[in-house]
T-cell receptor, first 114, second 113 residues
Framework: DQQVKQNSPSLSVQEGRISILNCDYT??????FLWYKKYPAEGPTFLIS?????DKNEDGRFTVFLNKSAKHLSLHIVPSQPGDSAVYFC?????????????FGQGTTLQVKP | EPEVTQTPSHQVTQMGQEVILRCVPI?????FYWYRQILGQKVEFLVS????????KSEIFDDQFSVERPDGSNFTLKIRSTKLEDSAMYFC???????????FGQGTRLTVV
């Protein structure tokens, strides 16, 4: 039951260019979406989030776009830096009796080449 | 900056043994969670805890698992009789009241041999 999907296991971009990571979801009850960054042997680190009442949220180099009709969100990183190389997880929460649990996608490994 | 801390960072245990994974959530947070990540797979929700009781649990969280908040600061996950398939990274997370992001600890790598 893959309610949150990240169809690209990996992405490689050149330093200074834009990185676009994609995520699709199936559960229309989700109302809050998050992106986490993860390095090996560390816990997920929160990057940016978006509520379902918005279609865009920006924080510095990071922008998240939400297309509710398509049940799709994306994370844009501009400009990409070598330190951005990590695994990026999309996560979603929501629904009745929401306890705040997060449903994660499989992750996308981003490599930013100098 | 406040953070979620987990101990130990790595635990090796014999199959059938009990293990307790420990977490200290961020002090003013009210929601607590355990997640796990089997090697090469996605992060999976195990259980959420609020107001001193389990608020939701996944199918993974069977009778072998239990959680406890024994005092005002610690949050523990106990696995009563470990199985080989329990080998994974276990992450504790906490969240403040209202809508917002969860903050994760650095994880405990559990290896069952």
């Amino acid at each position: 039951d893959q309610q949150v999907k990240q169809n690209s296991p990996s992405l490689s971009v050149q330093e200074g260019r834009i990185s676009i990571l994609n995520c699709d979801y199936t559960n229309s009850m989700f109302d809050y979406f998050l992106w986490y960054k993860k390095y090996p042997a560390e816990g997920p680190t929160f990057l940016i989030s978006i509520s379902s009442i918005k279609d865009k949220n920006e924080d510095g180099r990071f922008t998240v776009f939400l297309n509710k009709s398509a049940k799709h969100l994306s994370l844009h990183i501009v400009p990409s830096q070598p330190g951005d190389s990590a695994v990026y997880f999309c996560a979603a929460s929501g629904g009745s009796g929401n306890t705040g649990k997060l449903i994660f996608g499989q992750g996308t490994t981003l490599q930013v080449k100098p | 900056e406040p953070e979620v801390t987990q101990t130990p960072s790595h635990q090796v245990t014999q199959m059938g043994q009990e293990v307790i994974l420990r977490c200290v959530p961020i002090s003013n947070h009210l929601y607590f969670y355990w997640y796990r990540q089997i090697l090469g797979q996605k992060v999976e929700f195990l259980v959420s805890f609020y107001n001193n009781e389990i608020s939701e649990k996944s199918e993974i969280f069977d009778d072998q698992f239990s959680v406890e908040r024994p005092d005002g600061s610690n949050f523990t996950l106990k696995i009563r009789s470990t199985k080989l398939e329990d080998s994974a990274m276990y992450f504790c997370a906490s969240r403040r009241e209202g809508v917002g992001e969860a903050f994760f600890g650095q994880g405990t790598r559990l290896t069952v041999v």
